[in-house]
């Protein structure tokens, strides 16, 4: 959900860097807000419910916004009651950056567009739909490329350890192979081929490894019966 907020804002907003992958914090922050008040499909409980054992009643999602989008916060003199000229902007623009998790309602955050400075503000009008700013439609290559290399370097899932590097930089340790549901027929029957002649590899190299180091245990040609028979003896007497 995180990156799917900062793509779809780098895709429709390209001024004061409000697509920097430095603001994935947020995002990820919003996101678990929001699946946190999101019903199951299957049960149509939320996860504060669960938790809570109380019923919600999903306003929380009536009032939320899109993430990123920009939004206006009342001028600072104007909130305090004064005036402004007359011909003076009555609100500056923000980047709305989620609610603010030190506030019991929903409080929104908005980042600073000169100084990036992110405070909650109470007064604010909201552009869900980005109709207010510039957007050409779509990034330049230059700018998609770096948005990214850079999620691709910090915010992607990574299981590989660095021992697995040659001295080159190659991969020396092989990821493990997609799912047959990505997998075509032909790409099904070679992959059935190649794990057959895994098994028969490894079957070959278990019974090469056991003829050369596991001694051969020779099996007896008579068998020896031992008498069993156990013979009682009378307790000796008790001294007195």
């Not at 947020?26 to 149509?44: D, E, I, M, S």
């Not at 009643?57 to 990123?68: C, I, K, N, Q, S």
């Not at 510039?134 to 330049?140: L, V």
């Not at 090469?208 to 307790?235: C, I, Y």
Request: with cysteine.
């Amino acid at each position: 959900m995180a990156r799917t907020y900062m793509l779809h804002v780098a895709l429709r907003w390209n001024e004061y860097e409000v697509d920097s992958p430095r603001l994935w914090p947020f995002a990820v922050q919003h996101a678990v807000w929001l699946y946190n008040r999101l019903p199951n499909r299957v049960t149509g409980l939320t996860p504060l419910e669960r938790l809570s054992g109380m019923k919600a009643d999903h306003r929380d999602l009536l009032r939320t916004h899109v993430w990123g989008s920009p939004c206006y916060v009342l001028d600072p003199k104007l909130q305090a009651g004064k005036k402004v000229g007359k011909f003076d902007k009555r609100a500056r623009l923000g980047q709305y950056l989620g609610f603010s998790p030190e506030h019991s309602s929903l409080v929104a955050l908005v980042r600073h567009l000169g100084t990036g400075y992110v405070s909650p503000q109470w007064h604010v009008v909201f552009d869900d739909k980005f109709e207010s700013v510039f957007s050409t439609g779509c990034i330049s290559d230059e700018d998609f490329d770096r948005i990214c290399s850079t999620l691709y370097d910090e915010s992607r899932d990574w299981y590989l350890d660095p021992d697995d590097f040659d001295d080159d930089g190659d991969l020396v340790y092989a990821p493990p192979p997609l799912d047959e549901v990505y997998l075509n027929e032909e790409e099904r029957r070679e992959r059935k081929e190649r794990l057959d002649q895994q098994r028969d590899n490894n079957r070959r190299s278990r019974v090469k490894f056991e003829e050369a180091f596991l001694p051969e245990v020779e099996t007896p040609s008579t068998v020896v019966q031992f008498d069993t028979k156990v013979e009682m003896f009378d307790d000796p007497p008790l001294p007195r």
